[in-house]
């Protein structure tokens, strides 16, 4: 069974730091993309960004690319993003979710609805 569990959400102050982390399980996670997605109230789901450890890739959306940094740890099953330089509008319930590698480039994978398996969210909360 496909499992996912996102943690190390919070409550920042605008420009500062967090850092989620997604602890997979169930599936062999080197052939599998990983990605972060966010949804704020009333918002469509966001991909934010997504790793694929067999193709060596990463995709970033515009309004992260510079601030965010996704990481894999393959050996652990840990799948990290780093968020600094946070802005209120950052602040969202995320989401990381997975979906087997079939060789499509990792923006293909940030697309939500590209995305099988889902973990359950984490807040993120950033005051001005």
């Known amino acids: 069974e496909v499992q996912l569990q996102a943690s190390g959400g919070g409550l920042a102050q605008a420009g500062g730091s967090l850092r989620l982390s997604c602890a997979a399980s169930?599936?062999?996670?080197?052939?599998?993309?990983v990605g972060w997605f966010r949804q704020a109230p009333g918002q469509e789901r966001e991909g934010v960004s997504c790793?694929?450890?067999?193709?060596?890739?990463?995709y970033y959306s515009d309004s992260v690319k510079g601030r965010f940094t996704i990481s894999s740890d393959n050996s652990k099953k840990m799948v990290y993003l780093q968020m600094n330089s946070l802005k209120p509008e950052d602040t969202a319930v995320y989401y990381c979710?997975?979906?087997?590698?079939?060789?499509?480039?990792?923006?293909?994978?940030?697309?939500?609805?590209?995305?099988?398996?889902w973990g359950k969210g984490t807040q993120v909360t950033v005051s001005s």
């Open positions: 979710a997975t979906d087997p590698t079939f060789g499509y480039s990792t923006s293909y994978y940030c697309n939500y609805y590209n995305m099988t398996y």
């Open positions: 790793i694929s450890s067999s193709e060596g890739t990463s």
């Open positions: 169930g599936f062999p996670f080197d052939d599998y993309a």
